[in-house]
């Protein structure tokens, strides 16, 4: 499932392995529904900022966490390293945790990084081919060419089905890709604001 790096992690990991319808048609009739519009997530005030040099994770960008939330730095582990391959995910490998726990939510954002390569293809890789559903969305991040992807995962623990998604952005020299990990959908909801602090910060480190 989600491949963590600390032991903070493989303990988390052993733990647990919308709508505003609008209704008109115009006449005295009953009115049709309109579709379904997803609801916005509260924005979060930026309480620290990652990335930067003497940081708690140096990394190709920097970007904001919200409050509570604690950043550490994931270790390169040598590539004969036994533990290397939870640390990576396709061509990318990860660099930074941010836990939430701390703010009362169970799980991550993770920060990978890797060489420059396709973004599609890359995060294709990522996701991995247990991912369903993927919708993937062009965007820009920080001011530069990204791509995120929304998708589903089977639980491995219960079956159930959880929301997942997660980003990736060029910084010219290297990938950086966010993802939101967590217990479940319903933490998945309570973390978004998060994340999508995480996104509209974000600042390539020129």
């Known amino acids: 499932m989600r491949p963590p790096a600390t032991a903070s992690a493989l303990v988390l990991a052993a733990a647990f392995a ?3 319808c609008q209704n008109s048609d115009g006449t005295e009739s009953p009115a ?3 579709p379904s519009q997803p609801a916005q997530s509260p924005a979060v005030p930026e309480a620290a900022r990652i990335g930067a040099a003497g940081s708690a994770c140096e990394l190709p ?3 904001g966490i919200a409050e509570s939330w604690k950043p550490k730095a994931v270790e390169k582990m040598a590539d004969d390293d036994p533990f290397a391959e939870l640390a990576r995910r396709g061509p990318l490998t990860m660099a930074c945790e941010v836990d939430a726990k701390p703010a ?4 991550f954002l993770r920060v990978y990084t890797g060489s420059t390569g396709e973004p599609r293809a890359t995060l294709t890789a990522f996701i991995g081919k247990r991912a369903l559903k993927p919708a993937f969305t062009e965007l820009q991040i920080g001011g530069r060419p990204g791509l995120e992807v929304v998708y ?5 623990l219960d079956d ?3 929301q997942e998604r997660a980003f990736v952005v060029q910084t010219g020299q290297e990938l950086v890709a966010v993802s939101l990990d967590s217990f479940d959908s319903g933490e998945h909801e309570d973390m978004l604001p998060a994340y999508e602090l995480a996104k509209s910060t974000l600042t390539v480190v020129s």
């Open 104 to 107: 009362g939510s169970i799980g």
């Open 152 to 156: 589903q995962q089977k639980n491995q």
């Open 160 to 162: 159930e089905i959880d």
């Open 32 to 34: 049709a529904p309109a």
């Open 61 to 63: 960008v920097t970007f």
């Open 18 to 20: 919308l709508s505003a």
